[in-house]
C-alpha cells in the first residue's frame, strides 16, 4: 500500500502456513541458506541433523502456556524468521539480476541486535539498496512503531551507528575472499541515500485501511527523511496472534519431530 509521502507499506499474506512450518524448522536448525537457495529457484539437498539439537529446538518452541514473555520471545523469533523470509522473496521480485546478501536471521529469542540487515548488490558491482529492518510480533502495534521503531530509526539517521551498520555490511561480503567487492562496495557502505528502513509488524484490523495504516505509521516521515520509498513498512494481518502464532509453533514442532533419525 502506498501511502506517500509517509510510508510504502509492502503488506503480505501467508497462503502456505505449512509451507512456512516447514521452512522456519529447517531455519531453527541454523539452515537458512537452505531456504535462500529455494529462493533463488534452486534445489539444494537439506543438511543432517542430529536429535539433540532438535530436542533443544522443541524446548524453545514449547514454553509454558502461563507465560506470557516466554511466549513472546516464542512468538517473536518465529516472526523474526518468518519476515526475513518475506524480505528475501521481495528483494529477489525487486531486484532481478541482482545478488542479495542477508544478515542470518537470529538463532535464539529474544537476541539483542539489528533483526534484519540487507544489501542488493548489482551486477556492475554497485549498491543497489541497503535495507534496515526492525520487527515486532505485538498486539500493540502502533505503540510499538511509535516508541520503541521509530527512536531507533532516527539514531540510524543520526549516524550514531554508521560504524554498526559499515561492521554489519563488511561481513557480509566478506572481504577475505571478496577484496575487490569491499573495495568497489564499502565507500558507499555510510551513504544514507542507500539506505531504507524497513517496519516488520503484525498489524490489526483497525490498520487494514489507508487510514487506519497512516496511524500505524505516523511519524515515521518525521524520523526518516527523503522520499517515501526510504520508509517501508512489513505488515501482516494475524487474526488471532497469539493463537494464530501457537498453531505455527505447533506446526513447526510437528516438523522438527519428524526430522528425527
Partial sequence: MDLSPLVIDDDYKVVDKQQLAEWIAIMMLGQYAHIYMIIEKLSPAELPSNNALIDYMLSKLNVPNDNDTLIEHRDGWLFQMMSWIALNIKLHAEYPGCTIHMVAPHDAAAKHGLDGLAMVVTSDNKIGRIVITEDKCTTNPQSYVRYRVLPEFEDYERHIYDNKLTSELTQLINPASHMG????????????????????ITRLDEHDSAEGRGEL????????????????????????????MQDLSDRVSVVLQSKKV
Avoid: M
Avoid at 181 to 200: E, V
Fill in 217 to 244: 505509521y505516523k511519524g515515521y516521515d518525521k524520523k526518516v527523511s527523503g522520499k517515501a520509498s526510504r520508509r517501508k513498512g512489513a505488515s501482516v494481518n494475524l487474526p488471532n496472534l497469539r493463537d494464530w
Fill in 181 to 200: 567487492l569491499y573495495i568497489a562496495l564499502s565507500p558507499s557502505f555510510a551513504n544514507h541515500k542507500n539506505w531504507t528502513y524497513r517496519i516488520g
